[in-house]
């Protein structure tokens, strides 16, 4: 007489869910010289995160509730468009993706006539070798940067009071055409101290041609904070400083037509509006 058979079942096998993306996008404007900041919920535990914008990738960070944020300027001679934002997820099992549409809307920048000495205009021949060593030294800061945030607060202004000269502007020296105005310009009086807008190292803490006395920090993946015309500087290279540290004292060194704080903010090389990123991912910028 045969056996009976035992009859086995299995309980069917959980379906795994896909992957997701899910990607916020924040910004004052989408026009030249804004920053736009990006956070992602991405399912799984990814090891990292990064944004592909204007040909540029940009690492985005950790934030301690489990999001991830990057950091993408729009350079000040960014042509206006249409493009694609590509945010990358790597996860334990590949790779997952997300795509944002991006339209960058023209913006028209005002021009200012400035009297400087004939000097910081057309420079003697006896400046031109000081001017291209402090150009070098500039090209060497901003290509080196820490693979990780160095700072861990919001953006705080480096000094209480308004801009009173727009990013972007485009100048004139002494009837001569120059480059556009690629930072906000502080109504500060002589000797108010100069805070960090953040976190990060001091990589620049010297007297340069045209921005006279100046502190760059900087903050991490790319991020850097130039303050410039300082009367005096209060740290050194190689310093570490917190947001609102002091960094110096406001002046009106280099070239200048008088006492006031230019602050710049490049990330990753394009020329952002500092007021903006007060805006976006600070506090409010002073009025």
């Given at each position: 007489m045969m056996a009976a058979l035992?009859?086995?079942?299995?309980?069917?096998?959980?379906?795994?869910?896909?992957?997701?993306?899910?990607?916020?996008?924040?910004?004052?404007?989408?026009?030249?010289?804004?920053l736009i900041v990006f956070t992602s919920t991405v399912s799984g535990a990814p090891s990292q995160v990064d944004v592909t914008l204007f040909g540029r990738r940009e690492v985005a960070f950790p934030l301690p509730d489990g999001r991830w944020r990057a950091l993408v300027g729009i350079d000040l001679e960014q042509k206006p468009g249409s493009y694609t934002a590509t945010i990358e997820a790597t996860l334990p099992a590949g790779t997952i993706?997300?795509?944002?549409?991006i339209v960058v809307k023209p913006?028209?920048?005002?021009?200012?006539?400035?009297?400087?000495?004939?000097?910081?205009?057309?420079?003697?021949?006896?400046?031109?070798?000081?001017?291209?060593?402090?150009?070098?030294?500039?090209?060497?800061?901003?290509?080196?940067?820490?693979?990780?945030?160095?700072?861990?607060?919001?953006?705080?202004a480096p000094v209480p009071d308004p801009a009173n000269s727009r990013f972007g502007t485009r100048s004139i020296f002494n009837g001569e055409r120059r480059n556009p105005h690629a930072g906000a310009d502080f109504a500060s009086p002589l000797g108010r101290p100069v805070k960090a807008p953040n976190g990060g190292n001091v990589v620049a803490a010297r007297e340069l041609f045209y921005t006279g006395n100046v502190v760059i920090i900087d903050h991490g993946l790319g991020v850097?904070?130039?303050?410039?015309?300082?009367?005096?500087?209060?740290?050194?290279?190689?310093?570490?400083?917190?947001?609102?540290?002091?960094?110096?004292?406001?002046?009106?060194?280099g070239r200048v037509t008088g006492p006031h704080l230019h602050w710049a903010l490049t990330v990753s090389g394009a020329r952002v509006d500092p007021v903006s990123a007060l805006t976006v991912l600070g506090e409010a910028p002073p009025k």
């Open positions: 035992a009859v086995v079942t299995t309980a069917p096998m959980p379906v795994r869910a896909a992957a997701t993306i899910d990607t916020v996008i924040a910004a004052r404007s989408l026009q030249p010289g804004e993706h997300e795509s944002k549409a913006k028209t920048f005002a021009t200012r006539t400035l009297k400087v000495s004939p000097d910081f205009v057309n420079p003697p021949a006896s400046q031109l070798e000081r001017i291209a060593r402090d150009s070098a030294f500039l090209k060497e800061i901003f290509a080196r940067s820490a693979d990780h945030r160095l700072w861990n607060r919001s953006f705080v850097f904070s130039m303050l410039a015309h300082l009367s005096q500087i209060d740290v050194k290279e190689g310093d570490d400083v917190k947001a609102g540290d002091v960094i110096g004292l406001v002046g009106a060194t």
